[in-house]
C-alpha cells in the first residue's frame, strides 16, 4: 500500500489545538506497550449503580451451574424467549428446561464474555456427567436488570450461525454511496475513499421525527455537542484517499445519519457540503451474530489510550471500547521510519504526510464498544482521538489521547 497520502483534516485541526493549547503542542506519549489501566483504590470505590449486563448474565450463569433455580427464576423476564435450540417462550417453560438440563448431569464452564449494549456473547464448554458435551457460543440479551432472551446455537452446528453481514459505502467527493437500509445486529461497515480527501463514516442514531436536515442545523449552530435526539453510533475512521477501512458495529433498528464531521481545507465540515446520507436500520429476524471475539482491547478515557496487552504484528481484531465520561474516537496510522506523532500533526495542507491511515472508528458514547480488522506490519504506528473536550474545547489529542506504539 502506498503509505504516501494527503491529509488536509490533522493539519487544520491541530493548527486548532495550538490555539486551544496556547501554542505549545503537548508531546505524545511513547510508551512501551501495554498500557495498564491504574488500579481502583478503595476510596476511589464509585458509588453503587445497576447491575450491568455482564453482572446480571454472570449471576444467571453462576446459579444455572450451581443449581440455584431460586436465582435463575429470579434473573429471568416473565417474557424469557430462548432462541435457536431449543426455540421457548416464557419463564415457566425456560425454567422446566433448565431443570431437566440440570437433572441430567450438564455442567459448563463459560469464558470470553464480553458485551454491547445489554447482549453478553460468550463461550461455553458442556459437560454431561463429566465428560465432554460439546462447546458453542451463546448471547444473553439484557433489558431492564432481567434476562429477557437466551440465544443459543447448541444443537445447530457450529456453521448454522449467522456470520456478520457486511455493509459497504463509498465516499466520494461527491458525497456517499451505499445502502439505504440494512439489517440491526453486529454489522461490518466498509468504507472505500474513491475522493481526494479523507472522509469518514460517523453514525447517528436519530430519535422518530428527526431529520437528517435537523441533525445538519443542530451540529452547525453547536459542532461540539450532539442535541438530545441524536445519538453518536460510531462506524468506520477516515481512510487515505484510494483506500479502505472497516468497522464492526452493532446497530439497534432505527433511523439514523452517516456523517463526515472531517473539515475541508477552509476548515468547513464536509457534512455542510453534503457528507450525509440517510440509513434505515430494520429489526432482525431470528438470531443473529455474536459479538465478535478480539485479539486485543484499546480503552478509550478522558483522555489516554489503555492497550490491554501487546499489540503484535499480522492479522487481528481490536475492540476500542469508550470507558471515558465524553465521546471518542481512534485512528489509527502508520508513521513512515523515523516520523513522530507531531510530525504527521505538522503536515502543512495539501502536503503529503508521513503516514498511512488503518482507520479506527469515530465518535462512539461512554459504554460503547465497536471493532476494527486489521493487520499490522513492524513499525512505529500512532492512535489519535481528535474530538474536543467539552470544557476546554482543546482536542482530545492535546489532553493525552496520542499514543505512540512501537510493534516488532
Ligand atoms: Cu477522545
Not at 450438564?106 to 464448554?125: H, K, L, N, P, Q
Not at 465521546?327 to 502508520?334: D, G
Request: net charge negative; with cysteine; charged share 15%.
Amino acid at each position: 500500500m502506498n503509505t504516501k497520502r494527503i491529509v488536509f483534516i490533522l493539519s487544520i485541526i491541530f493548527a486548532v489545538a495550538l490555539a486551544a493549547c496556547g501554542g505549545t503542542a503537548v508531546a505524545p506519549q511513547i510508551s512501551e506497550q501495554p498500557t495498564q489501566e491504574p488500579a481502583a483504590t478503595a476510596a476511589a470505590t464509585p458509588a453503587p449503580k445497576p447491575m450491568d449486563a455482564i453482572t446480571v448474565a454472570q449471576n444467571f450463569l453462576d446459579a444455572r451451574g450451581a443449581g440455584d433455580l431460586e436465582t435463575v427464576s429470579a434473573l429471568l423476564a416473565e417474557d424469557v424467549r430462548w432462541r435457536g435450540t431449543p426455540y421457548l417462550t416464557g419463564k415457566g417453560s425456560v425454567m422446566t428446561y433448565i431443570e431437566a438440563d440440570i437433572d441430567s448431569g450438564f455442567t459448563s464452564e463459560i469464558s470470553d464474555i464480553r458485551a454491547t449494549r445489554g447482549r453478553v456473547t460468550y463461550s461455553w464448554t458442556a459437560y454431561k456427567n463429566g465428560v465432554f458435551y460439546g462447546s458453542g457460543e451463546d448471547t444473553i440479551v439484557v433489558e431492564n436488570g432481567l434476562v429477557a432472551a437466551i440465544e443459543s446455537y447448541t444443537a445447530l452446528g457450529s456453521d448454522s450461525r449467522p456470520d456478520i453481514a457486511e455493509a459497504a459505502f463509498t465516499a466520494s467527493d461527491a458525497g456517499f454511496s451505499g445502502p439505504e437500509e440494512i439489517t440491526g445486529g453486529w454489522v461490518k461497515i466498509s468504507l472505500a475513499n474513491e475522493g481526494h480527501e479523507p472522509y469518514h463514516i460517523q453514525l447517528v442514531r436519530l430519535d422518530a421525527g428527526k431529520s437528517l436536515e435537523d441533525l445538519k442545523a443542530a451540529l452547525t449552530a453547536n459542532p461540539e455537542i450532539y442535541p438530545a435526539w441524536a445519538e453518536p453510533f460510531g462506524g468506520p475512521n477516515a481512510p487515505d484517499p484510494g483506500g479502505w477501512t472497516a468497522a464492526i458495529v452493532y446497530l439497534a433498528p432505527g433511523s439514523y445519519a452517516l456523517i463526515d464531521l472531517i473539515p475541508n481545507a477552509e476548515g468547513v465540515p464536509h457534512f455542510q457540503n453534503g457528507m450525509m446520507k440517510a440509513l434505515t436500520v430494520t429489526e432482525p429476524d431470528g438470531i443473529i451474530a455474536g459479538e465478535p471475539l478480539p485479539d486485543v482491547t484499546i480503552a478509550l478515557n478522558d483522555f489516554a489510550f489503555f492497550i490491554s496487552e501487546p499489540l503484535a504484528a499480522g492479522e487481528q481484531t481490536i475492540r476500542f471500547l469508550n470507558r471515558g465520561t465524553q465521546v471518542h474516537e481512534a485512528f489509527l496510522v502508520r508513521l513512515e521510519d523515523g516520523k513522530t506523532a507531531d510530525d504527521y500533526l505538522n503536515t502543512p495542507p495539501g502536503a503529503i504526510s508521513p503516514g498511512a491511515s488503518l482507520g479506527g472508528i469515530t465518535g462512539i458514547v461512554p459504554g460503547d464498544g465497536q471493532y476494527v480488522p486489521v493487520t499490522l506490519e513492524p513499525g512505529t504506528y500512532v492512535l489519535f482521538c481528535f474530538l474536543p473536550d467539552s470544557g476546554s474545547h482543546a482536542p482530545h489529542f492535546a489532553l493525552g489521547m496520542m499514543q505512540e506504539i512501537a510493534i516488532k
